[in-house]
Structures are given as structure tokens and as C-alpha cells.
């Protein structure tokens, strides 16, 4: 199994920067494609970022350009770095995990909240 513990999160002003944390343990970290996730009061669970086992990331149009998510396996944690957050970044934000071949062993991890605000 895997376990992921998040942090990094806080209250900031719209323009502000903030960088989640994700530490991995209990498997081999890079066998694994690793994502943000974020869900807002009422609304849908949906993707913020992705970053494959080969270092490739994928961004939701609404952050491309903002956010950027990396991975430093030797330490077993996937960041998001956050920039020029908006009101409407404000969510809890999730780590997933998921094995590049095997897709069953998925994991998340507890949440962290960003609130966005002046």
C-alpha cells in the first residue's frame, strides 16, 4: 500500500503563491503516476495536474500556465507549485497515486485546504 501525507496549504490574497507537498511511503514511489486533485463546497472532486513516471505533466485549462507539479522521486513527494492564485482556486486539494501498469492500486491522500482571499 501506499500512504500520502499533504501539506503546504493555507490562506493567501489573490496574486499570492503557495506550494503543496505530497509525501509518499509504504511502496516504490516511481512506479507511480501521481496527480492534484481539488474540490470545492458543492462541487465535483476534479484533476488540477498530472506527472507520469517519465516526468510527463498534463494541466486543467483553468491553471495551465499558473501551477506547476513535480516530482523528486529520491525523496518520494510530488509538489504544486501554486502561482498567481485566484479566489476561484479555493478547494481542498488532494494527492492521488496510481501505478503506471497496475491502475487498481490508486491512493489518496487526507486533503489539504487553500482558501484564496482578501
Known amino acids: 500500500q501506499v500512504q500520502l501525507v499533504e501539506s503546504g496549504g493555507g490562506l493567501v490574497q489573490p496574486g499570492g503563491s503557495l506550494r503543496l507537498s505530497c509525501a509518499a511511503s509504504g511502496s516504490i514511489f516511481s512506479m507511480y503516476a501521481l496527480g492534484w486533485y481539488r474540490q470545492a463546497p458543492g462541487k465535483q472532486r476534479e484533476l488540477v495536474a498530472t506527472i507520469t513516471s517519465g516526468g510527463s505533466t498534463n494541466y486543467a485549462d483553468s491553471v495551465k500556465g499558473r501551477f506547476t507539479i513535480s516530482r523528486n522521486n529520491a525523496q518520494n513527494t510530488v509538489y504544486l507549485q501554486m502561482n498567481n492564485l485566484k479566489p476561484e482556486d479555493t478547494a481542498a486539494y488532494y494527492c492521488?497515486?496510481?501505478?503506471?501498469?497496475?491502475?487498481?492500486?490508486?491512493?489518496w491522500g487526507q486533503g489539504t485546504q487553500v482558501t484564496v482571499s482578501s
Open positions: 492521488n497515486a496510481q501505478h503506471a501498469v497496475y491502475a487498481a492500486q490508486n491512493y
